[in-house]
């Protein structure tokens, strides 16, 4: 069973960046997805960023393409989400999610993971 456990949040101000970091374990397959989804409050929960982790091909949605990137380190079984020029309405609570299942190649929505961390805060403020 994949197991997910963020960390890197925290508050900073429009502008500034923020990386976070999802350990990823218990995952013995070859092929899967690790991504970001957030959830800001009153709000639906929207995909963020994926990578693939049998070809390290990288997808972003439109609202952080160009200001956030996703990477990870097979080593660590970590991946990153490096987001900068961050605004306030970038607040949300972000998680690390996986996919496990067919691949899909394209941008992955909330729907598509099947595994998920308990989530990380970050706050923008202007």
């Known amino acids: 069973q994949v197991q997910l456990q963020e960390s890197g949040g925290g508050s900073v101000q429009a502008g500034g960046s923020l990386r976070l970091s999802c350990v990823v374990s218990?995952?013995?397959?070859?092929?899967?997805?690790v991504g970001w989804v957030r959830q800001a409050p009153g709000k639906e929960r929207e995909g963020v960023a994926s990578?693939?982790?049998?070809?390290?091909?990288?997808y972003y949605f439109d609202s952080v393409k160009g200001r956030f990137t996703i990477s990870m380190d097979k080593a660590k079984n970590t991946v990153y989400l490096q987001m900068n020029s961050l605004q306030p309405e970038d607040t949300a609570m972000y998680y690390c999610?996986?996919?496990?299942?067919?691949?899909?190649?394209?941008?992955?929505?909330?729907?598509?993971?099947?595994?998920w961390g308990q989530g990380t805060q970050v706050t923008v403020s202007s």
């Open positions: 218990g995952y013995t397959g070859s092929r899967a997805y």
């Open positions: 990578i693939s982790t049998f070809g390290l091909s990288t």
């Open positions: 999610a996986a996919r496990t299942r067919s691949p899909l190649f394209r941008p992955l929505q909330s729907d598509d993971y099947d595994a």
